[in-house]
């Protein structure tokens, strides 16, 4: 792949990025379905990782968590950094040696970035004192709300921007 035709890849990535984000935190914080948001940021280097080589798609997650920490609060210091990390190298894996790149990749990994970020919250809220069922619903219904909405608005995007950029 050319120079060139890699800037233009990652560029369109991350104009996508940032309309998701938006889209984050302007819309999707303001909808509330049995009692929580979607959150779709940590899925946006999990998709990522599914496509791209690992170096970049673990470069692009420290971009995207970097920009996440400034932009949203979280139970952790560095928490969107190392969530985005951890979620692209394990995606990465995930599509290079379990299931082939594509949809069903796609759901596979953003379950995997959910289930992480909704797990140090819960661990975040059980050494806070709550209960581990609320702890554990409050993952569960994270997960089951957020992982649509991460299929339907970053998959088809990143895929298209992989397809037209692709020699």
């Known amino acids: 792949m050319t120079r060139r035709l890699l800037t233009i890849r990652w560029s369109f990535y991350g104009l996508a990025t940032v309309l998701i984000l938006v889209l984050q935190s302007q819309v999707l914080g303001r909808i509330s379905i049995w009692g929580v948001c979607p959150i779709v940021l940590t899925c946006l280097g999990a998709v990522?990782?599914?496509?791209?080589?690992?170096?970049?798609?673990?470069?692009?997650?420290?971009?995207?968590?970097t920009v996440s920490d400034t932009l949203f609060a979280a139970a952790?210091?560095?928490?969107?950094?190392?969530?985005?990390?951890?979620?692209?190298?394990?995606?990465g894996l995930v599509a290079r040696r379990v299931?082939?790149?594509?949809?069903?990749?796609?759901?596979?990994c953003c379950a995997v970035a959910l289930l992480l970020s909704g797990g140090v919250s819960a661990v975040v809220m059980l050494h806070s004192g709550a209960p581990a069922g609320t702890a554990t619903g409050l993952l569960l219904r994270e997960v089951l709300i957020s992982l649509p909405f991460a299929l339907l608005l970053i998959h088809p995007v990143f895929t298209r921007i992989h397809r037209i950029t692709t020699p």
């Open 48 to 65: 990522g990782a599914t496509r791209e080589p690992l170096p970049h798609a673990v470069i692009y997650a420290i971009v995207l968590g």
């Open 99 to 108: 299931v082939v790149p594509g949809f069903l990749c796609s759901v596979l």
């Open 76 to 91: 952790l210091p560095c928490f969107y950094v190392l969530l985005c990390v951890a979620s692209a190298a394990l995606s």
